[in-house]
């Protein structure tokens, strides 16, 4: 259970939320996760399943009827609206012929009211028409909630853990020695990370639209140290309605990501 000060559920909760600082208004947020693993045995043909779940619930400002957020007092003059977050995953590593190989996949959600710029993780596009808040940036003046959301799905495939793992740590050429301690991974992830102003009720409703990510890597494990090196590269695909009203355009923004990392 937290305080449930004002904030919003679509941003960093460490930064712009702040769950458990001091409170605003007379509701609390509560949270809860939970995991079950019907089939945990690394040894046997089935391998290793957890299938979790996560929400926190709660409510945003007290009796006032105000929208706007330039005219804001705490949150307390702010209208009252319910908020939560939410996720749920499934993680699969499975023995046998097929050890070595490992799949999750995760899908999450939050709704919240939308607000100024400050208020989303994601890139608020500027319209003509419609108002501004403190800062400038074009938003909805009486918006109503709106949900996000995205999932991702990830596999990957680890040599030392392998059918192959013993005649790869014993082969005498290093290329042998050095694929025993690689792992194939892929990603694929979906988010709602792209909001605009409803074109037809700019004041009112917001638009969200997906951007779509692909991601291949591999990943080496330094034997004889918790260390890896880690090489990925992601294609970034952005959205687009085909109308020019709304800016949205496709950019060459692929990543290419070296990364080396210590486990203590």
């Given at each position: 259970a937290f305080n449930g000060p004002g904030g919003t559920?679509?941003?960093d909760p460490e930064i712009l939320e702040g769950g458990n600082r001091t409170d605003d208004n007379d509701e609390k947020d509560i949270s809860f996760r939970i995991a079950v693993r019907p089939v945990w045995d690394k040894d046997c043909g089935w391998g290793r399943l957890e299938l979790?779940?996560?929400?926190t619930d709660g409510i945003r400002?007290?009796?006032?009827?105000?929208?706007n957020q330039d005219e804001w007092i705490n949150g307390l003059n702010?209208?009252?609206n319910d908020i939560n977050r939410q996720a749920a995953w499934v993680w699969y590593r499975p023995s046998g012929p097929v050890r070595g190989l490992w799949l999750r996949g995760e899908w999450?959600?939050?709704r919240d009211r939308i607000g100024g710029s400050t208020v989303l993780p994601v890139t608020q596009l500027l319209q003509?028409?419609?108002?501004?808040?403190?800062?400038?940036a074009t938003v909805p003046q009486r918006p109503t909630p709106v949900t996000i959301s995205g999932w991702y799905f990830a596999s990957g495939y680890k040599m030392s853990e392998s059918r192959w793992a013993e005649d790869l740590r014993s082969c005498s050429n290093f290329l042998g020695k050095a694929l025993h301690d690689t792992e194939f991974a892929f990603r694929y992830e979906v988010f709602e990370n792209i909001t605009s102003e409803d074109l037809a009720q700019e004041d009112r409703h917001t638009d969200e639209f997906k951007t779509q990510a692909y991601t291949a890597g591999l990943n080496y494990y330094i034997r004889g140290y918790d260390a890896k090196?880690?090489?990925?590269?992601?294609?970034?695909?952005?959205p687009s309605d085909g109308n020019p009203n709304r800016g949205l355009r496709e950019v060459r923004n692929n990543v290419f990501v070296v990364n080396f990392q210590v486990m203590f």
């Open positions: 559920v679509l941003t979790g779940y996560a929400r400002g007290e009796s006032g009827s105000n929208t702010k209208q009252t999450g959600s939050a003509n028409g419609g108002s501004t808040d403190a800062t400038g090196i880690q090489a990925n590269y992601i294609w970034v695909d952005e």
